[in-house]
Structures are given as structure tokens and as C-alpha cells.
């Protein structure tokens, strides 16, 4: 799109039909957003004297930030080394729009700080601290949204076992531990640790004990919980996506069914719910 097509777009903003300004608004969002161009005008006419002009570039550019942030969570479904944390606050925040990332960080923030004086620079440690802290797993049904959310997990002390695995990971990171998130079938999620990180890619090494959350924060050696399943950080986040979506359905909000469906799928938001979803929510001939 050239600037001048671009400007002439800007100046349809200030329409008085609602839809011309609206479409308007649906090209200018399809003119590459990160681009040198876009930014220095948008960043002019955010603060114009004009309020029509000044709200709808708001609008523009809000849109643009959900767009990019659905876009960086498709990204972690796909990258084995995802930042699994960073991956759950966009997610939350994608569920609970009201919520930003410095709300996310500062509850994250406290439980570090926190952590601190207990030193849980061990897999024992980690589990007292978090057992300290009253982290628990959450017994209700998938309805239950809040328990996948990271936000409402680190305020609430209530998760299901994947949020809790995932928060136990990460506090140990902070504290020079490695690890990945597991699966068992007798114990649901937890975390298994190493004192250090495998440089091969065929294969990796594991050395030292799981955790589950489910267990008490108990700890186990890795031969009495056989069979166990690694999970790399990009399923744990499209698994706990999925479950979000599932709560969506059950609860009938469309909002939310599309907006998931096109992150798991990797779709743009304005495609319809029949090209993402099988039947009946979608296309019945999508299998």
C-alpha cells in the first residue's frame, strides 16, 4: 500500500457514515503495521487536535497490539524453546484483555522476591516453597477458565496442574535449575529437573527428580513413575490454548471460539469459524 493510498485512507476516517470509516479502518489494518511508514504516522495522529481522527487511530492501534500478540502465540506453538511464561501471559491476556503484562509481571515479581530468602536452588526446595505458599491444584471442571489463567493462578494460589508445573519450572529457571514439563498418566503434569541443559538435539538427558503438583508437591525419582512423557514448552502452551478453547465452547462464547481457533490453527482473525472448525461449529466437510 503506497503512503498516498494510505493518507486517503486517514482522511476517510473522518466520515461521518459509519461504514465508510469502518472500512477505512479494515485496510488501513491490513497496511504492514511494524512498517517505518505506519509507525511515524500513527504515532503523529494519535495525538491530533482532531478527536474523531485521534480515537480511531486508538482503535487502530489496539487492534494491532491483540493482532500482534495472537500472532507471537501462534509463533509458540511451533518453536520447541518457546518462553513458556512469557507464552502464558499472552495467553492470559488474550482471555482477560482487561489484564496487561506489568499486572502479570508484578504477581511474578512478588513470588521471586519472595522466594528468595528460601533459596530454592533444589528440586526439595522449590516444593517447600511452593507448598509454603499454598499452591494448589484445582479439583473443578474445565468450565473453570480462571485455573488455566497464569494471573488468576498467581493470585488465587488455585491451578490446574499444567499452570502449576509450568509456575514450578519457571521459579526454578530464576534460581539456575533446568528442566521440562512431563506427563504421567498416574500423576498428571509435573516437572523434571537436571543440573544442567542437554546440548544434544536427538536426545535429551535428564538427571535428579519429578515433581507433581498433584502429588502434594511430592517428589519422585524418574524409574517410580515410569512411563512419563516430556512435553516441549510450545505443547504445553497449545495444550493448555486447547483447553481454554474447550471452556469456550462449553460456556458458548463465539468471541473467545474464534479468537483460539485461529491462534491454534495459525489462521488471521477475520477468517470465518467454518474454515477453522470442524462440525458443528464449522464446516462439516472439514475433518
Same mark, same amino acid.
Given at each position: 500500500? =503506497?503512503?498516498?493510498?494510505?493518507? *486517503?485512507?486517514?482522511? $476517510?476516517?473522518?466520515? +461521518? &457514515?459509519?461504514?465508510?470509516?469502518? #472500512?477505512?479502518?479494515?485496510?488501513?489494518?491490513?497496511?504492514?503495521?511494524?512498517?517505518?511508514?505506519?509507525?511515524?504516522?500513527?504515532?503523529?495522529?494519535?495525538?491530533?487536535?482532531?478527536?474523531?481522527?485521534?480515537?480511531?487511530?486508538?482503535?487502530?492501534?489496539?487492534?494491532?497490539?491483540?493482532?500482534?500478540?495472537?500472532?507471537?502465540?501462534?509463533?509458540?506453538?511451533?518453536?520447541?524453546?518457546?518462553?513458556?511464561?512469557?507464552?502464558?501471559?499472552?495467553?492470559?491476556?488474550?482471555?482477560?484483555?482487561?489484564?496487561?503484562?506489568?499486572?502479570?509481571?508484578?504477581?511474578?515479581?512478588?513470588?521471586?522476591?519472595?522466594?528468595?530468602?528460601?533459596?530454592?536452588?533444589?528440586?526439595?526446595?522449590?516444593?517447600?516453597?511452593?507448598?509454603?505458599?499454598?499452591?494448589?491444584?484445582?479439583?473443578? =471442571?474445565?468450565?473453570?477458565?480462571? *485455573?488455566?489463567?497464569? $494471573?488468576?493462578?498467581? +493470585? &488465587?494460589?488455585?491451578?490446574?496442574? #499444567?499452570?502449576?508445573?509450568?509456575?514450578?519450572?519457571?521459579?526454578?529457571?530464576?534460581?539456575?535449575?533446568?528442566?521440562?514439563?512431563?506427563?504421567?498418566?498416574?500423576?498428571?503434569?509435573?516437572?523434571?529437573?537436571?543440573?544442567?541443559?542437554?546440548?544434544?538435539?536427538?536426545?535429551?538427558?535428564?538427571?535428579?527428580?519429578?515433581?507433581?503438583?498433584?502429588?502434594?508437591?511430592?517428589?519422585?525419582?524418574?524409574?517410580?513413575?515410569?512411563?512419563?512423557?516430556?512435553?516441549?514448552?510450545?505443547?504445553?502452551?497449545?495444550?493448555?490454548?486447547?483447553?481454554?478453547?474447550?471452556?469456550?465452547?462449553?460456556?458458548?462464547?463465539?468471541?473467545?471460539?474464534?479468537?483460539?481457533?485461529?491462534?491454534?490453527?495459525?489462521?488471521?482473525?477475520?477468517?470465518?469459524?467454518?474454515?477453522?472448525?470442524?462440525?458443528?461449529?464449522?464446516?462439516?466437510?472439514?475433518?
Amino acid at each position: 500500500m =503506497s503512503n498516498k493510498k494510505l493518507q *486517503s485512507l486517514i482522511a $476517510l476516517l473522518r466520515d +461521518e &457514515d459509519k461504514n465508510i470509516s469502518s #472500512v477505512a479502518m479494515s485496510k488501513i489494518l491490513e497496511y504492514k503495521n511494524d512498517s517505518k511508514e505506519m509507525n511515524i504516522i500513527m504515532a503523529e495522529l494519535q495525538e491530533s487536535p482532531e478527536p474523531t481522527i485521534r480515537r480511531k487511530i486508538h482503535q487502530i492501534q489496539a487492534i494491532q497490539r491483540v493482532r500482534r500478540r495472537r500472532g507471537n502465540l501462534s509463533k509458540k506453538f511451533v518453536e520447541r524453546t518457546s518462553n513458556l511464561l512469557q507464552g502464558l501471559s499472552d495467553l492470559n491476556i488474550i482471555w482477560y484483555d482487561e489484564y496487561t503484562n506489568p499486572n502479570i509481571s508484578k504477581l511474578w515479581n512478588k513470588l521471586i522476591f519472595d522466594a528468595i530468602k528460601h533459596a530454592p536452588r533444589t528440586p526439595s526446595r522449590v516444593a517447600d516453597y511452593l507448598k509454603t505458599q499454598n499452591f494448589t491444584t484445582s479439583s473443578s =471442571s474445565v468450565r473453570d477458565s480462571d *485455573s488455566y489463567c497464569i $494471573l488468576a493462578v498467581l +493470585e &488465587d494460589r488455585i491451578g490446574t496442574d #499444567v499452570i502449576l508445573a509450568a509456575v514450578a519450572l519457571e521459579l526454578a529457571r530464576v534460581f539456575g535449575m533446568f528442566g521440562s514439563i512431563v506427563y504421567s498418566e498416574n500423576y498428571g503434569f509435573g516437572v523434571i529437573y537436571s543440573n544442567h541443559q542437554s546440548n544434544s538435539r536427538k536426545k535429551e538427558q535428564y538427571f535428579g527428580e519429578i515433581l507433581f503438583p498433584s502429588a502434594n508437591w511430592k517428589l519422585f525419582k524418574p524409574e517410580d513413575v515410569l512411563p512419563f512423557k516430556v512435553w516441549s514448552n510450545s505443547k504445553v502452551l497449545k495444550y493448555i490454548t486447547s483447553m481454554l478453547l474447550v471452556s469456550a465452547i462449553a460456556s458458548d462464547e463465539p468471541r473467545y471460539i474464534q479468537i483460539l481457533g485461529t491462534c491454534l490453527t495459525n489462521r488471521k482473525i477475520t477468517d470465518s469459524l467454518c474454515d477453522i472448525l470442524p462440525y458443528p461449529l464449522g464446516n462439516k466437510d472439514i475433518k
